[in-house]
Nanobody, 125 residues
Framework: QVQLVESGGGSVQAGGSLRLSCAAS????????MGWFRQAPAKERERVAA????????YYADSVKGRFTISQDNAKNTVYLQMNSLKPEDTAMYYC??????????????????WGQGTQVTVSS
């Protein structure tokens, strides 16, 4: 059973920064897509960033481009999401997700097989 454990959420003021971490219990360095999703109340879960661990290609939602950076540490089976210039609209529960044995990074949450428990990010104005 794969476990994904997120950490790093919290409350910040607008313009601040947070770094989320996702530690995976299973080797992630090849043919794996690791994604960060978020879900605000009454909204659908959306992918904000993803990284294809074979080669390091990254993908971002338009709403976070230039502000968020996804990265990986294969030695630690850990993926990070650095979030800068945070806005109140970034407030949501953030989830880490993994799709193993993949040759691409999907956008839909339903295409990811493993999920973390989530970490809350709250940005105040």
């Amino acid at each position: 059973q794969v476990q994904l454990v997120e950490s790093g959420g919290g409350s910040v003021q607008a313009g601040g920064s947070l770094r989320l971490s996702c530690a995976a219990s299973r080797y992630t360095s090849s043919n794996t897509c690791m994604g960060w999703f978020r879900q605000a109340p009454a909204k659908e879960r959306e992918r904000v960033a993803a990284i294809y661990t074979s080669g390091g290609s990254t993908y971002y939602a338009d709403s976070v481009k230039g502000r968020f950076t996804i990265s990986q540490d294969n030695a630690k089976n850990t993926v990070y999401l650095q979030m800068n210039s945070l806005k109140p609209e970034d407030t949501a529960m953030y989830y880490c997700a993994a799709k193993y044995g993949s040759w691409y990074c999907p956008e839909r949450a339903a295409d990811f097989g493993y999920w973390g428990q989530g970490t809350q990010v709250t940005v105040s104005s």
